[in-house]
């Protein structure tokens, strides 16, 4: 059975930084391409990042170029989102997806999701 657990969420105030960790089990990804999504509340949920396991590409939204990283541990199966510079406007449910599929334009597993709070 395949599971994504995010974890690394909490409350930070503006400016300060937040590591989002996605540990895979069931299977490795290592040929798929795994993203993180956010969702606030009232609000559909947003593509943030995405990384292409096997050559280690990666995408990311406007909003948090220059200011999100995201990574991969191959030994440990599990991906990373580095937040730094974080703005309230970050504030969010942040899930981790796996597995995407070009065919549906959709991501096969996701995570339970983690809170990400930024104060003013």
């Known amino acids: 059975q395949v599971q994504l657990v995010e974890s690394g969420g909490g409350l930070v105030q503006a400016g300060g930084s937040l590591r989002l960790s996605c540990a895979a089990s069931?299977?490795?990804?290592?040929?798929?391409?795994m993203g993180w999504f956010r969702q606030a509340p009232g609000k559909e949920r947003e593509f943030v990042a995405r990384i292409n396991w096997s050559v280690g590409t990666t995408y990311y939204a406007d909003s948090v170029k220059g200011r999100f990283t995201i990574s991969r541990d191959n030994a440990k199966n599990t991906v990373y989102l580095q937040m730094n510079s974080l703005k309230p406007e970050d504030t969010a449910v942040y899930y981790c997806a796996a597995d995407y599929n070009i065919g549906t334009a959709d991501y096969k597993y996701w995570g339970q999701g983690t809170q990400v709070t930024v104060s003013s």
């Open positions: 069931g299977r490795t990804f290592r040929t798929s391409v």
